[in-house]
């Protein structure tokens, strides 16, 4: 292609079609790296309950013996329960496929309402389609009141 | 602009840049006739690019255990922001990615180009395309949902039609006799690690292959 002669038959000046093509690829470019760029930046900032510390808590004064009390922490159901005095906390997801389980107090176990799986008052497994037992839960108790962090 | 000019200029001048550049990609000529069914393969792999990155977003808060998937994958979903869009770009992206490769495929039969000298193109297309399905049958158990668990069953299930071995290869498949927590730390392994990097080593020789014999040229 021969430039000169192109620039004398064109009415505009040679440089702006060449100009135009280059601002819109350019654009293009910079509206796609956009469209890429905040959404994956904001995926990396922290979530709202972990920038919170979230944190949950349980007064022991409402914990009556053979009793559950269940909270949410980090996105997870948490079941608070005392036995023989004793205070434990479990995840309340079943370890088959995830359902939330539920307590029993007068048999003291934990049932899950999905596939039948029984879980002792210390999280063992006894029936059901699992062997795993549910993930007990750390917490710290400080003036009378159960805090998981 | 001008210090990317400049930083670019110095670059070029140590290791001659322009020329790797035009023979690769400015100036690389394909035969006029392809039309739009010659862009399949190529999107197959921007599809499967886009997998490998979202999919390492996802790792940063997926937890491979029983107890902790689906909760992992419930906070991705609701918890994180953009988490949603970056998870369902992921689930639709290897559907799409699938299609892709069956649409790259249709048209290598049709235009009969799987002939001599490209026989080989063929066969590690094939390859490819069994990685990408197990690949996304094994990402299918991941959020271990009811819908996983029994895709998966079904799913190993499968090769026990196989005489003699059939049942050995589902025991093996499944780390045992039904889907557990073994099952999940196997598909894990498998999804993001043993089959990506199957699929990079097959792709790097179809793309070679394809290189050698240049791109073929319908009549
Ligand atoms: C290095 C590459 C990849 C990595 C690191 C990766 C990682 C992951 C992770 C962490 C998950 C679980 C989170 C979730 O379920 O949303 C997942 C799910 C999944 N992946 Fe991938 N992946 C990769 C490539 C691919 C490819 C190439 C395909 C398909 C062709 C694919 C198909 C799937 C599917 C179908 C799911 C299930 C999503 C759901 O139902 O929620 N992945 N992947
Ligand atoms: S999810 Fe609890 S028994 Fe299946």
Known sequence: MNNASHAQDSSSKPSDRRRFCKMAIGGMAVASAGMVGYPVTTFLKLPKSMSQQGSMEVPLADLAEGTAIWGEHLGRQIAVIKVDGQVRAFNGACPHLGCVVQWEGATRTFKCPCHGAVFSDNGKPVAGPVNAPLESVPFQIQDDVLRIT | ?219
């Open chain 2, 1 to 219: 602009m001008r210090v990317l000019r400049s930083i670019y200029q110095g670059l070029d001048d140590r290791y001659q840049l322009t020329p790797l550049i035009e023979k690769n990609v400015t100036r690389k000529w394909v035969p006029r006739t392809l039309g739009w069914s010659a862009c399949f393969g190529g999107l197959a792999l921007l599809v499967f690019l886009i997998q490998v990155f979202t999919g390492i977003l996802l790792l940063i808060y997926y937890k491979p255990d029983p107890g902790r998937a689906w909760d992992s994958v419930t906070f991705i979903k609701s918890n994180v922001p953009m988490g949603w869009l970056i998870q369902r770009v992921h689930v639709v992206g290897a559907n799409v990615m699938i299609a892709l490769v069956l649409m790259h495929m249709a048209r290598i039969a049709y235009f009969k180009i799987y002939r001599s000298p490209r026989e080989l193109h063929w066969v590690s297309g094939v390859v490819l395309l069994s990685l990408t399905v197990f690949l996304a049958f094994t990402g299918y158990l991941l959020p271990w949902t009811n819908l996983s668990y029994w895709g998966a069953s079904v799913g190993t299930e499968i090769p026990g039609a196989i005489p003699f071995v059939g049942e050995h290869v589902v025991t093996w498949a499944r780390r045992g006799p039904g889907i557990s927590g073994e099952t999940l730390g196997f598909f894990f392994a498998m999804h993001i690690w043993v089959l990506p990097a199957g699929l990079v080593i097959f792709m790097a020789m179809h793309f070679a292959m394809i290189r050698r014999t240049g791109i073929s040229r319908p009549l």
